[in-house]
């Protein structure tokens, strides 16, 4: 018998057994203490009064409605065998960059899962039986227990017989991937495992250790997301938008207070004597002028963060998106443009007030249909790695289900330092090292000619990402 064979058996005797009757005995919603809720309460009353936020929400609420039917009729025509798999997941990645963008489904354990998934199978026509079965919603939480089993051995199966990398199909993705569709079909039962709302409610788990096992994390969530619906009288989109926005209140409470002790610190230590560095047009033009350059001369190319920001920019529009540059910088010229000329004359609303002051500080950021794809950093001698690495946390926790390249561009002398932040237990625990790419600023300006004559796509950055030994990009 095939290894395919045998991944696909295994699965078969996991659906029996999702089928059979089962005794399900009812869930105890005593998983909040009267503390908790007091505090999730506490929380409801001051979101409700941010109405900036509220009227945000309530207007997703509204595009996420029409999309949900988009996606309602596209799922049935699936599951009654009207359209088959290639169909179902190219019409899944066209729209989901499109009119279902509203739902956020093109990250890690979305969209780029459900293509590997496709890709990587062998037989299509049995996979696309088994997934009918998958994405059906359950009617007992035992019931989807059993399926999400199911589909994590299934997975475990193709790997073992080496028809696919971990890498590729990560099998702790499939709790997000099935509760899309379950949501789509119940929305008030079934929850989707997104990131910053799984944070806010499993925060304080009554059961103490976070849980290892992916499918048993996802149903203590489904639990506790479910009584919280109760207790708060909220539907649970509500209830999702009370999560993300009390998630972002802390991370930009966390934000100020650390730029607070920064400033004060810095203030009461002694100023440092920095070697004064000339921009790379200034070195260029010298050169070319034989005039020489204070201090010795070398091959060393030092870049200002202005020339950066306007190379970044410039590369931004070339690759067909739009920028953003910190409106700090929109007054500042480089190569005869002004800043504020190559950005957005201001931010699209991506959050509610506070935290969209916060990405606004961000150096310069790529975006595409008003969503953020990429951010750039910019660190030297003179600025701080801290602040730099924790907005863009920031962003990363603000949106932790979206596709995005987080960006730090260094000097290569700077290199050691930033890995030694990323390995402080502030950065470490939140598993940074996996999200923040490194650039050599001496990279990208030796490649600025070429990128800026031939790049095509985003994807031009990747290419000039640094691989260390002791870093997972």
Same mark, same amino acid.
């Given at each position: 018998?095939?290894? +395919?064979?045998? +991944?696909?058996?295994?699965?078969?005797?996991?659906?029996?057994?999702?089928?059979?009757?089962?005794?399900?005995?009812?869930?105890?919603?005593?998983?909040?203490?009267?503390?908790?809720?007091?505090?999730?309460?506490?929380?409801?009353?001051?979101?409700?009064?941010?109405?900036?936020?509220?009227?945000?929400?309530?207007?997703?609420?509204?595009?996420?409605?029409?999309?949900?039917?988009?996606?309602?009729?596209?799922?049935?025509?699936?599951?009654?065998?009207?359209?088959?798999?290639?169909?179902?997941?190219?019409?899944?990645?066209?729209?989901?960059?499109?009119?279902? +963008?509203?739902?956020?489904?093109?990250?890690?354990?979305?969209?780029?899962?459900?293509?590997?998934?496709?890709?990587?199978?062998?037989?299509?026509?049995?996979?696309?039986?088994?997934?009918?079965?998958?994405?059906?919603?359950?009617?007992?939480?035992?019931?989807?227990?059993?399926?999400?089993? &199911?589909?994590?051995?299934?997975? #475990?199966?193709?790997?073992?017989?080496?028809?696919?990398?971990?890498?590729?199909?990560?099998?702790?993705?499939?709790?997000?991937?099935?509760?899309?569709?379950?949501?789509?079909?119940?929305?008030?039962?079934?929850?989707?495992? /997104?990131?910053?709302?799984?944070?806010?409610?499993?925060?304080?788990?009554?059961?103490?250790?976070?849980?290892?096992?992916?499918?048993?994390?996802?149903?203590?969530?489904?639990?506790?997301?479910?009584?919280?619906?109760?207790?708060?009288?909220?539907?649970?989109?509500?209830?999702?938008?009370?999560?993300?926005?009390?998630?972002?209140?802390?991370?930009?409470?966390?934000?100020?207070?650390?730029?607070?002790?920064?400033?004060?610190?810095?203030?009461?230590?002694?100023?440092?004597?920095?070697?004064?560095?000339?921009?790379?047009?200034?070195?260029?033009?010298?050169?070319?002028?034989?005039?020489?350059?204070?201090?010795?001369?070398?091959?060393?190319?030092?870049?200002?963060?202005?020339?950066?920001?306007?190379?970044?920019?410039?590369?931004?529009?070339?690759?067909?998106?739009?920028?953003?540059?910190?409106?700090?910088?929109?007054?500042? &010229?480089?190569?005869?443009?002004?800043?504020?000329?190559?950005?957005?004359?201001?931010?699209?609303?991506?959050?509610?007030?506070?935290?969209?002051?916060?990405?606004?500080?961000?150096?310069?950021?790529?975006?595409?249909?008003?969503?953020?794809?990429?951010?750039?950093?910019?660190?030297? &001698?003179?600025?701080?790695?801290?602040?730099?690495?924790?907005?863009? /946390?920031?962003?990363?926790?603000?949106?932790?289900?979206?596709?995005?390249?987080?960006?730090?561009?260094?000097?290569?002398?700077?290199?050691?330092?930033?890995?030694?932040?990323?390995?402080?237990?502030?950065? /470490?625990?939140?598993?940074?090292?996996?999200?923040?790419?490194?650039?050599?600023?001496?990279?990208?300006? #030796?490649?600025?000619?070429?990128?800026?004559?031939?790049?095509?796509?985003?994807?031009?950055?990747?290419?000039?990402?640094?691989?260390?030994?002791?870093? #997972?990009?």
């Amino acid at each position: 018998m095939s290894d +395919s064979h045998l +991944s696909e058996q295994a699965f078969m005797v996991c659906m029996r057994m999702c089928l059979s009757p089962v005794k399900v005995e009812r869930d105890s919603y005593n998983v909040w203490s009267s503390e908790q809720i007091s505090w999730w309460r506490s929380r409801q009353k001051a979101y409700l009064a941010d109405r900036t936020a509220v009227e945000q929400d309530q207007a997703i609420d509204l595009h996420r409605t029409s999309a949900q039917q988009e996606i309602l009729w596209v799922l049935n025509s699936f599951l009654d065998g009207t359209i088959g798999l290639k169909a179902f997941n190219t019409t899944f990645q066209q729209r989901s960059q499109g009119s279902w +963008s509203v739902f956020h489904l093109r990250g890690m354990s979305g969209g780029l899962f459900f293509n590997q998934l496709v890709q990587r199978v062998q037989n299509e026509e049995t996979f696309a039986h088994l997934l009918r079965l998958m994405i059906q919603v359950p009617d007992e939480r035992r019931e989807a227990q059993l399926r999400m089993q &199911a589909f994590v051995r299934f997975l #475990e199966g193709m790997i073992s017989a080496k028809q696919v990398q971990r890498a590729q199909v990560q099998p702790a993705r499939v709790p997000f991937f099935q509760s899309i569709w379950w949501h789509v079909q119940a929305q008030e039962r079934w929850p989707i495992f /997104y990131g910053d709302v799984r944070r806010a409610i499993m925060a304080e788990s009554i059961s103490g250790a976070p849980l290892s096992d992916p499918v048993e994390t996802y149903l203590s969530f489904h639990t506790r997301f479910l009584a919280l619906t109760q207790e708060l009288g909220m539907t649970s989109w509500v209830l999702e938008h009370l999560c993300r926005w009390a998630v972002r209140q802390e991370v930009a409470s966390d934000t100020t207070k650390y730029e607070k002790r920064h400033a004060s610190s810095t203030s009461m230590s002694k100023p440092s004597s920095i070697p004064k560095q000339s921009c790379v047009l200034t070195r260029r033009a010298e050169a070319k002028s034989h005039q020489p350059t204070n201090g010795k001369v070398s091959g060393e190319i030092i870049a200002c963060r202005t020339h950066l920001q306007w190379l970044l920019a410039k590369i931004g529009h070339k690759v067909g998106c739009q920028v953003w540059i910190a409106v700090s910088d929109h007054t500042k &010229a480089c190569n005869d443009e002004r800043l504020g000329d190559l950005s957005l004359p201001s931010l699209p609303i991506l959050a509610d007030s506070t935290f969209q002051k916060v990405i606004g500080k961000i150096d310069v950021l790529w975006l595409k249909d008003q969503e953020v794809i990429a951010a750039y950093e910019i660190e030297q &001698a003179c600025t701080d790695v801290s602040i730099s690495l924790l907005r863009l /946390y920031d962003l990363k926790a603000l949106f932790p289900d979206r596709q995005m390249t987080l960006c730090l561009v260094a000097p290569r002398e700077r290199f050691e330092k930033v890995q030694f932040e990323l390995s402080r237990p502030a950065f /470490y625990m939140r598993d940074m090292q996996k999200y923040c790419a490194l650039i050599s600023e001496e990279l990208l300006l #030796e490649q600025e000619e070429h990128i800026l004559r031939w790049a095509t796509s985003p994807a031009v950055i990747d290419d000039l990402i640094h691989h260390g030994n002791e870093r #997972e990009l």
